[in-house]
T-cell receptor, first 112, second 111 residues
Framework: AQSVTQPDIHITVSEGASLELRCNYS??????LFWYVQSPGQGLQLLLK??????LVQGIKGFEAEFKRSQSSFNLRKPSVHWSDAAEYFC??????????FGAGTRLTVKP | NAGVTQTPKFQVLKTGQSMTLQCAQD?????MSWYRQDPGMGLRLIHY???????DQGEVPNGYNVSRSTTEDFPLRLLSAAPSQTSVYFC??????????FGSGTRLTVV
């Protein structure tokens, strides 16, 4: 069955430090992959997506993610974290052209 | 554009009551979905629609009904509310090949 795993429930980084959030998926075909961010009390906002082509994708707010087929991973990165990046981040895989399966989320705390 | 609009934002129901969560989008998107979000479980798909008149079940459909009479609207009905349906509900829509646009959510408490 299709699934998405985000191994880290909570991550704390210092402002200005680099960030990597991990995402692993299980899916038989080439997946559509997404990262979303959710601020407290808000809906989800799309950060970036991968459908095909270049495996390094750029998103909004300075985020990027790299698709690694051999590792079934789609990790999210940012070179320098800002306090406003504190939020919950969800990785998702698109299945059957509409169904989307989400990971459980990683909560990011940014220390001053 | 308003995007995806959900109403109400908050609701408290008694066990056994029924209600409808409203969702409307003004982007002419074909695909619409309902998700519920529970702590530590991410978002789980309840029902989805690939166009007006077409709906299908997702991962956790029991206790919920949907209909899609127009492209714009995709209401979610709780038939007989149960405490297990206490959750935050998100409606989302997308066009071809795009990521979803989410509404701001409805926080439902069933007592």
């Amino acid at each position: 069955a299709q699934s998405v795993t985000q191994p880290d429930i909570h991550i704390t980084v210092s402002e200005g430090a680099s960030l990597e959030l991990r995402c692993n998926y299980s899916y038989g075909a080439t997946p559509y992959l997404f990262w979303y961010v959710q601020s407290p009390g808000q809906g989800l906002q799309l950060l970036l997506k991968y459908f095909s082509g270049d495996t390094l994708v750029q998103g909004i707010k300075g985020f990027e993610a790299e698709f690694k087929r051999s590792q079934s991973s789609f990790n999210l990165r940012k070179p320098s974290v800002h306090w406003s990046d504190a939020a919950e981040y969800f990785c998702a895989v698109g299945v059957n052209n509409n169904d989307m399966r989400f990971g459980a989320g990683t909560r990011l705390t940014v220390k001053p | 554009n308003a995007g995806v609009t959900q109403t109400p934002k908050f609701q408290v129901l008694k066990t056994g009551q029924s209600m409808t969560l409203q969702c409307a989008q003004d982007m002419n998107h074909e695909y619409m979905s309902w998700y519920r979000q529970d702590p530590g479980m991410g978002l789980r798909l309840i029902h989805y629609s690939v166009g007006a008149g077409i709906t299908d079940q997702g991962e956790v459909p029991n206790g919920y009904n949907v209909s899609r009479s127009t492209t714009e609207d995709f209401p979610l009905r709780l038939l007989s509310a149960a405490p297990s349906q206490t959750s935050v509900y998100f409606c989302a829509s997308r066009g071809q090949g795009l990521g979803y646009t989410f509404g701001s959510g409805t926080r439902l408490t069933v007592v």
